[in-house]
């Protein structure tokens, strides 16, 4: 605690009476502390180190003070280091072996052309890596049927020394080119869609689901380590009662289960009808796992908004535009372009998250109950559906009424 540190930009605070709920809102943790404790703590950290501010204080709180700063660090609240971009997701192509009905990307068939050449990617990479991410995350569509994928992927690693994960399909990955992607990704994501042939091939395609749990099985067979690989399922009208059955998939491999809420965006507006969940049936879903933990020890499980869209990660499209995350790739959210010249730092610095709600920026659990700018925005009837109702009860469990 001798370093000095600063209040991370993720930072949002719910006020109510003597009491301050401080929220990062880019890792979803929060603390709740006295209101003139927080204020004293934001008066002193931007001068003296947290150290400091413990040995400043009255004998009978320099204890208190020392754990609440422990906290706020853990927590990631106060951070010592400059907080820049941690991820960049890619995608190097619209072009896709497969014609998935909730496609976000509206990925094209792989007989359609590359927007962009192999050298215009290796000039999007070197910037890229000038702005060290920790994290680069290669997509598409499809990023394997480019024919100079391992061409991009192997220029990245001569220069990025840190982690960098592949979202793919799995379909083309085989014999001759898994140990070359074992080597150079530290994880592998993998859409399936469904936990059997039927499920999955209502979404993906028939025979799909076997050729990808052959390739799970290639990957683990040549070394690929089991929880560094994931499964996911886009939870849509067709699964969303057979979620259990999914992870229970997983479980049999021993990797990781990602269940992710469909988005009516790109092809997936156009069979929005078909595949998206009725929305009362979420939000009653939702409200019935709210009231059965209301009077559980909840809080212990509570997260907050983890969104750090536009500020801790960005995304660039197959043409080089950057968006502050794949779901909001629309020209309303466009913060410029790579190839252009734009920096992406400043874009980042430049980009401001507009409210699509001004009735809940006053909300005093808005963190806890807004998650997703870009499913608020897809949304028929965002956080109208017994509004009140959700805020009662997520009101018990933030504020132990």
Request: positive net charge; glycine residues 4%; aromatic residues 8%.
């Amino acid at each position: 605690m001798e370093d000095k540190y600063s209040i991370s930009i993720y930072t949002t605070l719910i006020k109510r009476e003597q009491v301050t709920i401080v929220c990062n809102t880019g890792w979803g943790t929060f603390l709740k502390l006295p209101t003139e404790c927080w204020e004293n703590i934001e008066k002193y950290i931007a001068v003296y180190s947290p150290k400091e501010i413990c040995d400043a204080a009255q004998s009978e709180d320099k204890d208190y003070y020392e754990k609440i700063f422990s906290l706020l660090i853990e927590k990631k609240i106060l951070t010592k280091e400059k907080e820049t971009i941690d991820t960049i997701d890619v995608s190097l192509t619209n072009r896709c072996n497969l014609q998935c009905m909730h496609c976000a990307a509206s990925a094209k068939k792989v007989s359609d052309k590359e927007n962009l050449t192999t050298t215009q990617w290796k000039t999007i990479m070197d910037k890229i890596i000038l702005a060290q991410p920790n994290l680069i995350v290669l997509t598409g569509g499809e990023p394997l049927v480019r024919t100079d994928f391992e061409e991009i992927v192997s220029y990245i690693r001569t220069k990025h020394n840190k982690k960098m994960e592949l979202m793919t399909n799995g379909l083309l990955i085989n014999g001759e080119n898994v140990r070359k992607i074992i080597k150079w990704f530290d994880a592998i994501s993998i859409s399936i869609d469904g936990f059997n042939e039927e499920s999955c091939a209502a979404i993906r395609g028939k025979g799909v689901f076997q050729k990808v749990l052959n390739t799970v099985e290639l990957l683990i067979d040549n070394g690929f380590k089991r929880e560094r690989l994931s499964l996911s399922l886009v939870e849509t009208e067709q699964n969303y009662q057979q979620i259990d059955q999914f992870i229970s998939l997983c479980d049999r491999y021993g990797v990781k289960s990602v269940v992710r809420r469909f988005a009516p965006v790109g092809r997936g507006n156009d069979n929005r009808e078909k595949l998206q969940v009725d929305e009362n049936i979420f939000q009653k879903n939702e409200l019935h796992r709210l009231s059965k933990n209301k009077n559980r020890d909840a809080s212990n499980k509570l997260i907050c908004r983890s969104c750090r869209a536009g500020k801790g990660k960005l995304y660039i499209n197959y043409c080089g535009d950057i968006y502050p995350c794949q779901l909001l790739d629309t020209k309303e959210y466009c913060i410029g372009n790579i190839l252009k010249g734009d920096n992406i730092s400043l874009t980042t610095n430049s980009y401001r998250k507009t409210s699509l709600y001004n009735k809940c920026k006053d909300c005093d659990v808005e963190p806890f109950c807004r998650f997703c700018i870009a499913m608020e925005k897809c949304a028929e009837n965002p956080l109208e559906y017994n509004c009140m109702q959700r805020k009662n009860i997520i009101s018990k469990i933030v504020w132990g009424e």
